[in-house]
């Protein structure tokens, strides 16, 4: 039977027209798995401040920071895809991100680097491996085809955050 998901999309980045020949991704970690998320998302790196509770909300929301005056939901992206918590360390940091013109802060282990890739390193993810947040990946990146054990998810935070996906604690901030 085909697969007939209906993924929801945030509005993408404005100027957004086409598929480029080579996408920046920043590269991060949770536990021993390596990610990615494209670099035009990206509005700053900080390291881990505990953020203010919200009553209510989901538990991977953590709460809110105050960023030069914005309030900022920052998600926990161990608790949102189901991974065992760690104790933060001097390591952790929020990426902060713009998505549909309100900002989102993001918990991981560590930030690793920028990297760059065209279509021909990124793959699909292969048939049956799709869970149910397989709207928000984009697929496999592999820098270096050579070394097929250096690959990352990479994942579309337009789609895997999705409008309802930021809890009724979060709705309200803008």
């Given at each position: 039977m085909p697969d007939t998901t209906v993924c929801p999309v945030?509005?993408?980045a404005a100027g957004d027209t086409s598929a480029p020949a080579q996408t920046e991704f920043l590269s991060f970690r949770l536990g021993a798995v390596a990610y990615g998320?494209?670099?035009?998302?990206?509005?700053?790196?900080?390291?881990?401040?505990?953020?203010?509770?919200?009553?209510?909300?989901?538990?991977?929301?953590?709460?809110?920071?105050?960023?030069?005056?914005?309030?900022?939901?920052?998600?926990?992206?161990?608790?949102?895809?189901?991974?065992?918590?760690?104790?933060?360390?001097?390591?952790?940091?929020?990426?902060?991100?713009?998505?549909?013109?309100?900002?989102?802060?993001?918990v991981v282990d560590s930030v690793s680097d920028v990297l760059t890739l065209t279509p021909a390193q990124i793959r699909p993810l292969p048939p049956g491996t799709a869970g149910a947040d397989a709207c928000g990946i984009?697929?496999?990146?592999?820098?270096?085809?050579?070394?097929?054990?250096?690959?990352?998810?990479?994942?579309?935070?337009?789609?895997?955050?999705?409008?309802d996906d930021l809890g009724p604690g979060a709705q309200a901030i803008h």
């Open positions: 945030l509005p993408a998320l494209q670099t035009r998302d990206v509005r700053e790196i900080r390291g881990y401040e505990t953020p203010t509770p919200v009553p209510g909300a989901p538990a991977h929301l953590q709460g809110v920071l105050n960023l030069r005056g914005q309030m900022v939901p920052v998600l926990d992206l161990r608790v949102r895809f189901g991974l065992s918590q760690v104790r933060f360390d001097p390591l952790t940091v929020t990426v902060f991100l713009q998505l549909a013109g309100r900002t989102v802060g993001l984009l697929g496999i990146g592999v820098p270096d085809p050579a070394r097929y054990g250096d690959m990352l998810v990479l994942l579309d935070m337009h789609t895997l955050l999705g409008a």
